[in-house]
């Protein structure tokens, strides 16, 4: 495995001192073009060689900590081999998805969305709105143009939003799906 990374090296090096070469040939200064290639070679395959022997380890402060020779290095302990699987176990990372609710069903949320035509709605910047629902269509009323359902149900699939930007690209209409579908009487708690 060394040798085979000492061509890679010698590769890279002899390959990026070519190019400096070739520029430097081009603006009348081979040496120092050959040189700069060549230290060029040698500063990215170090650093490619460190990045590819360092593992990360996550300490119990949740704090990383980075191992050149590829063990981990606990904290109080002299090898990883001597260590309890009790000891182990907090050093694990501890990261647990965020807790999403079940996609609820366009059906629903559109009857909820029948339920409070009419009613006034705020968009996330303060204006205001109703909207009228006709089939399968809602248009408000600040608006010319109908939303359909299929772009509520295309939303559905990332509630909560926490800003309008949030509402997936493509769906129609995005401040006021953003307001009807985080508005508390269409989420009734489902999300």
Request: cysteine-free; glycine content about 10%; charged content about 20%.
């Amino acid at each position: 495995m060394a040798a085979g990374y000492m061509e890679k090296k010698d590769r890279l090096v002899a390959g990026l001192a070519l190019i400096g070469g070739g520029l430097g040939w081009f603006w009348g200064a081979f040496l120092p073009g050959l040189l700069i290639g060549a230290g060029l070679g040698l500063l990215l395959s170090s650093t490619k060689k460190q990045a590819s022997n360092a593992d990360v380890e996550v300490k119990d402060s949740g704090e990383e900590e980075v191992t050149a020779e590829g063990r981990s290095a606990s904290v109080g302990q002299s090898s990883p081999e001597k260590s309890s699987p009790e000891q182990a176990e907090p050093q694990k990372a501890q990261t647990t998805p965020p807790q999403r609710h079940e996609e609820p069903e366009i059906e629903v949320v559109w009857e909820r969305i029948i339920a409070h035509q009419g009613q006034l709605f705020h968009q996330l910047k303060g204006q205001a709105f109703t909207y009228q629902v006709n089939g399968n269509a809602l248009t408000p009323s600040t608006a010319k143009a109908k939303i359909y359902k299929s772009q509520f149900a295309k939303a559905l699939g990332a509630v909560p939003f926490e800003k309008v930007s949030d509402v997936p690209a493509g769906v129609f209409g995005p401040s006021y799906v953003y307001a009807i579908l985080m508005d508390p009487r269409i989420r009734q708690d489902d999300w």
